[in-house]
């Protein structure tokens, strides 16, 4: 790329917090020359989620689901300034938005935060998204693995492999293997079931090569607290999962709720009501999303207009309800859309649309003051008056945003996805099977941001296929 435009004090400060699937949309489209835009974010990536399951168990390496945020912003006409730091508070009365670096020491722990910074927005772009849900369940935190970032996918590989290597050790007792090689995975949403699927594809593909003795006593157990799982499925790809899980010896557990999850058991609440502590090596945590503090307190700031428990309300526009110059967008808002990729990601392009059409219309506004303030009272200039008063009229509305639903993907295991796609304009096309598989790979690949990551993970999946995942301890 060729050298960028610097700031330009003369323009509006754009500052955008998040780099997911929200803001990543954004910058992918937005005209940077038009603002000074900063985008603050304690991950200096984007992070393609709906891989994350294939990361935890070894078919993909964490590096091929990430593109450094600094590869889109290097392509813009003027300079983007990336800050790895999280917002901590936003004053939507001052326009003020502090944020605070880590803090890192020999290690790659976070140790802190510090050089905490306070800076002026004209427009803010809130897409933090938000966090794992743990309803304060005892030991949720302490001993489950979550399925959220890229830490946790890695960091239950990890867990993974110790149960079985442990398991492998001569002299362990029958229950022990049992405990250790039995895995529990929370919540039968679409992160829950795609992580029980890839958990068994390791099982069958590898781990019966590389420890045969151990591989039939490898036990999967999904525990759903609703009657079903995928609720946001159509029934007869609900039916298809559960005849796959049950093929695959997954064991489905519904209308069953995790009650305390201890450091070698899972204490659950049956559908008759009684309690059962069952022994376990691992547990998963997919029980759903909760708003971050940061959006909390934000919220709390505006008490009239931000009531919604959900998360943030906003206008047909994104507009942040209640607050100057504030766009909201994904996870971390209240819609009637859901939580998903998919919704962030058209969001995010939609303001990009709208602060085309804002820059549009602060370049109309100063010609029209610069055409007013000509002392001139011929009739030429009352034209261009008119003129120009017209198309800042017709510029300053905003058409609303509008969801286009492009249907719901997931993949159940064994080489197999459902897929619910609309059809036409009015029904939907149910489809499973090995084919909606294909498919399923071929949208991913297609929806993965860059032509590099399309490569790495193509590469990866050929590489699985040829020598099979790799069950070396890091
Ligand atoms: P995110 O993508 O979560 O991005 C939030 C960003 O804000 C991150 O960069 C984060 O680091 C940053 N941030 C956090 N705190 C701060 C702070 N204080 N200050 C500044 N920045 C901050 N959806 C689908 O449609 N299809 C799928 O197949 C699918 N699969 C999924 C699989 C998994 C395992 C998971 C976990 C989710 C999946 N989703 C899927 C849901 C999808 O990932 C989310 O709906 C989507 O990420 C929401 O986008 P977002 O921009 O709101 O938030
Ligand atoms: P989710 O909220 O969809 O599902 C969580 C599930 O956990 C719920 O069904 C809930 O009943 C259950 N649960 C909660 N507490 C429990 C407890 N104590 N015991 C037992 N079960 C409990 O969460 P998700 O699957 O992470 O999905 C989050 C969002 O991301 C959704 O909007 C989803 O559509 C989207 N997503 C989409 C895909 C896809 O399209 N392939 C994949 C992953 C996520």
């Known amino acids: 790329p060729g050298p960028q435009l610097p700031h330009d004090p003369s323009k509006k400060n754009l500052v955008i917090l ?6 990543t949309s954004l910058l992918n489209s937005l005209e940077a020359e038009d603002y000074n835009v900063f985008v603050i974010s304690p991950r200096n990536y984007f992070l393609f989620t709906p891989l994350l399951p294939s990361v935890a168990t070894g078919t ?4 091929s689901i990430i593109q450094p945020t600094r590869y889109v912003t290097r392509h813009m006409k003027r300079q983007v300034t990336v800050i790895e730091a999280s917002a901590t508070d936003v004053d939507p009365i001052n326009q003020t938005v502090t944020f605070a670096g880590k803090y890192f020491q020999n290690t790659s722990e976070v140790q802190g935060l510090v050089s905490s910074t306070t800076m002026k927005y004209d427009y803010l772009v809130y897409a933090v998204g938000a966090e794992t849900q743990t309803f304060n369940i005892p030991g949720v935190r302490e001993n489950a693995c979550f399925m959220k970032e890229l830490d946790d996918a890695e960091k239950m590989q990890r867990r993974f492999l110790d149960c079985v290597e442990s398991a492998a050790f001569p002299g362990q007792s029958k229950e022990e293997v049992d405990r250790l090689l039995h895995m529990v995975v929370v919540g039968g949403g679409p992160t829950g079931v795609e992580l029980s ?3 068994h594809d390791f099982l069958e593909d590898d781990l019966r090569s590389w420890y045969p003795e151990l591989a039939d006593s490898i036990k999967i157990t999904l525990v759903e607290a609703l009657p079903s799982v995928l609720p946001m499925f159509s029934k007869q790809l609900i039916d298809y999962t559960e005849s796959t899980f049950k093929a695959a010896k997954i064991e489905i557990m519904t209308k069953t709720m995790v009650k305390e999850i201890k450091e070698k058991s899972v204490v659950l609440q049956m559908p008759d009501r009684t309690v059962a502590e069952v022994p376990c090596g691992m547990v998963v945590w997919a029980a759903g999303n909760t708003l971050r503090q940061v959006t909390r307190d934000l919220m709390a700031k505006l008490p009239a207009e931000q009531t919604n428990r959900r998360g943030i309300s906003v206008d047909e526009s994104l507009r942040m309800n209640g607050a100057q110059g504030v766009f909201a967008i994904g996870d971390c808002t209240a819609t009637s859309y859901a939580p998903t990729a998919q919704v962030a990601a058209q969001e995010g392009a939609y303001l990009a649309r709208v ?8 370049r109309l506004a100063e010609e029209l003051d610069d055409a007013r303030r000509v002392p001139d009272d011929s009739a030429e200039r009352k034209a261009k008056v008119e003129g120009l008063e017209r198309q800042v009229a017709k510029v300053e509305k905003i058409r609303p945003f509008k969801y286009s639903h492009q249907g719901s993907l997931a993949y159940i295991g064994s080489d197999k996805a459902i897929a619910d796609l609309p ?13 909606t598989y294909l498919f399923w790979r071929s949208a991913y690949l ?3 941001f860059s032509l590099r990551n399309r490569a790495l993970v193509a590469t990866d999946w050929i590489k699985v296929k040829i020598f099979g995942r790799d069950v070396s301890r890091e």
Do not use: H, I, M, Y
């Open 197 to 199: 699927g890839e958990l």
């Open 60 to 63: 993909l390496s964490p590096r």
């Open 355 to 362: 602060f085309r059409q804002l820059a549009r219309r602060d």
């Open 446 to 448: 297609s929806k993965l």
């Open 423 to 435: 059809f036409f304009s009015s029904g939907n096309l149910a489809t499973a099977g090995v084919a």
């Open 18 to 23: 998040g780099s997911g699937w929200g803001a």
